[in-house]
């Protein structure tokens, strides 16, 4: 019945708004060009250089005529609750001497960026019908966010999360309100302009020199707050200051932990250690991801503040994996844990593109670009690595419609490197992969990989539909093809891998094939196993942003009209089964038969702050952030891409009616 009326609904705006551009005829010839892809329409003037003025389009009906928890959707204008400020503290993170000063720092590189390739498709085409059907789905992803964040305004406000079953508020991520910071780009693109001045405004009372966590993990507060802040600096065009020095507190706090004998942070920081003066070293086992992935934002706030000591901090980082590219056990890539004391990333010998080690290789080609190509570094360690993932990672599984996907997976090397396992099992979290390959297809004129890109992202949109809830499991396992060219469905192949990979008691009572048969679809029956999944290792779905993230990246690359569609199934199920009246949930289990699923307390800063974000730019305008003017860092912040002279920024994507 959820399912009938959200049809009715969507058909019933999406009619409403086609009739509008046909009763007007001065609609029915927009032409969108990329002015200004910094400022949305919702919230700006038309820019001066277009013919027509930009339609003004009317405002979605309420989500409460939806079949949604009796709730109505309350305006994003409402007041936050006010907290006292916090009284200045005499400490500062910029006057902390330091131990193991740099006495020469490694300078930014100099010169006119080069002319990067473009990535995103040179001319999009419309009709009136699907110009108001994606008008129509915008805004509706654009309600679902006001509703989330109106739950954490409400509930949590200045403080980290606010848990959308109960609307208990916690502090997770140092208590310096993560989902604020981390989603003040997003209230922005989407024309938010009262809700982000209001939240700018809170942020004077964030004091970085406070926190009740005796442990700050460097990389979260990297990706969520200096990227937060310096992604809204740049997006509002340098007009609110106080982003920026928000930027340089949070900078200058991390900056503190890389202050070690070898100039190698300290990722999980005892950050009252460093600020009492203590001595520090880093870690003999640090995970790749948090160690490899400061990259961008230190580099845009040396860019920005002109201080050379940022980026100085994160090349020494790089440089050590450059030089150990080749000798680690799979050479090209890089294991999942490495050791920063030494610096050694040589021993251990399991390496991925997901969880644990993910934005270190995300960050070589956007750390390209945000360099304006003028270091040739982080292009080649990003072509070496790719050709070794695609090589040893990048498994074909069987299905039974012989679907053309890849899967992200895990190999392991043995310690002499003299032999390699490949663990055939999928992660949401490897899911940006997709998106990843198609920017370095682009960028790196590599057009033989877009294709991998594709199936990649194909992998995990197949994924999402062959679950009974329409959505994606966290962790699960596959099997791959031998041939990786023609793979015929093989059900007793299957069933054998589903006896392998999901052990149990009853194994030892099978005595021959046929009872081995009645095993396995007793447990493909009771674990919930659809045709093509061996095992469902983890069965939680935690909002995560990463394959709608792929499924952007590539629209923007080729405009290609059914990922749209796909976009918005996925967007149905997820917002069908994780609504609450607060907000968004975690899901326990994506694959109950329950008809509503269980539910976890979580909502993390990422769902406003990534999945919302990417949801409501697959069907902006294409120059709505323009990829050839921004990129994105691994929390979906977008940061300034510095321009070529001679390029005009008002070349490129055009939006045509025909």
């Known amino acids: 019945m959820l399912s009938i009326k959200r049809y009715i609904f969507v058909s019933a705006i999406t009619v409403f708004i086609f009739l509008v551009l046909y009763k007007f005829p001065s609609l029915q010839n927009v032409s969108y060009s990329k002015t200004n892809p910094v400022e949305h329409p919702q919230h700006t003037e038309p820019a001066e250089q277009l013919e027509d003025p930009q339609p003004e389009f009317p405002s979605p009906l309420p989500l409460s005529s939806l079949s949604l928890p009796p709730v109505p959707i309350v305006s994003s204008s409402i007041a936050s609750p006010s907290i006292p400020s916090q009284s200045s503290s005499v400490f500062r993170w910029k006057d902390l001497s330091q131990h193991y000063p740099v006495t020469s720092f490694i300078p930014l590189p100099s010169g006119n960026p080069v002319d990067i390739p473009k990535i ?55 208590g310096w309100a993560a989902t604020l910071v981390d989603t003040l780009d997003t209230l922005w693109i989407m024309g938010l302009k009262y809700d982000f001045e209001q939240a700018v405004d809170a942020v004077k009372d964030i004091d970085f020199t406070k926190s009740e966590e005796e442990i700050i993990n460097v990389f979260e507060t990297n990706i ?3 990227g937060g802040f310096l992604s809204a600096y740049d997006l509002s065009e340098g007009k609110y200051p106080v982003l920026l020095d928000k930027a340089v507190e949070v900078g200058d706090m991390l900056y503190a932990a890389f ?33 490899g992935s400061l990259t961008l934002e230190f580099t845009r706030l ?33 294991p999942v844990v490495v050791d920063a004391k030494v610096p050694s990333f040589q021993e251990d010998t399991s390496f991925s593109l997901s969880a644990m080690a993910d934005s270190l290789y995300e960050y070589l080609p956007k750390e390209y670009m945000l360099l304006g190509g003028l270091s040739p570094q982080y292009r080649k360690m990003y072509e070496h690595a790719i050709e ?3 090589k040893h990672l ?7 419609n012989n679907d053309d996907i890849l899967i992200s997976g895990i190999v392991r090397s043995s310690p002499e490197r003299s032999k390699l396992e490949l663990l055939p099992e999928g992660q949401h979290l490897a899911c940006y992969v997709g998106g990843m390959v198609g920017i370095g297809a682009k960028i790196f004129d590599r057009p033989d990989d877009l294709d991998i890109a594709f199936k990649l992202a194909d992998g995990c949109t197949w994924a999402y539909r062959n679950t009974k809830s329409g959505i994606m499991p966290e962790v699960f396992a596959m099997v791959p093809c031998e041939n990786a060219t023609d793979c015929p469905w093989d059900e007793m192949a299957w069933k054998a891998a589903v006896l392998k ?37 983890d069965r939680r779905f935690l909002l995560r942003p990463e394959a709608i993230e792929s499924l952007f990246i590539l629209y923007r690359i080729t405009g290609a009209s059914h990922l749209p569609d796909i976009a918005w199934d996925m967007f149905g199920s997820i917002d069908k089964h994780t609504r609450t009246f607060i907000g968004h949930a975690s899901l326990n289990d994506v694959t109950s038969t329950d008809e509503e699923l269980p539910k976890s307390d979580r909502m993390e800063s990422f769902w406003t702050a990534e999945t919302l974000k990417y949801f409501y730019l697959m069907f902006t305008e294409p120059w709505v952030v323009d990829l050839d003017q921004w990129v994105f ?26």
Not at 645 to 657: R, T
Request: aromatic content about 8%; hydrophobic content about 35%.
């Open 394 to 400: 990048f498994f074909r599984p069987m299905t039974p």
């Open 302 to 334: 040396s860019q920005l503040t002109r201080n050379p000591k940022y980026f100085d901090a994160v090349q020494r980082i790089t440089n050590h994996f450059d030089e150990q590219q080749e000798i680690t056990k799979l050479p090209g890539m890089w």
């Open 501 to 537: 990979k999901n052990p149990d008691n009853s194994d030892r009572k099978v005595t021959n094939s046929t009872e081995a048969v009645a095993l396995s679809e007793k447990k493909i029956t009771d674990l919930r196993l659809q045709p093509g999944f061996s095992a469902i290792k």
């Open 259 to 291: 202050d070690t004998p070898n100039r190698m942070p300290k990722t999980r920081w005892k950050w009252k250690t460093a600020a009492s003066g203590g001595l520090q070293e880093a870690d003999s086992a640090v995970l790749l991801a948090e160690l």
């Open 388 to 390: 070794t993932a695609k």
């Open 633 to 658: 860092n691994t929390e979906a912040h977008p940061l300034k891409r510095p321009t070529v002279p001679s390029q005009d920024v008002n070349e490129g994507a055009e939006m045509k009616n025909i």
């Open 224 to 226: 969520r707050y200096l």
């Open 120 to 174: 995103q498709h040179g001319e999009w085409r419309e009709t009136r019908w699907t110009q108001g059907k994606r008008i129509g789905r915008a805004e509706l992803i654009k309600q679902a966010f006001i509703h989330a964040w109106n739950g954490y305004k409400i509930n949590a406000w200045m403080k980290d999360e606010v848990g959308p079953v109960s609307g208990a508020p916690r502090n997770t991520f140092g």
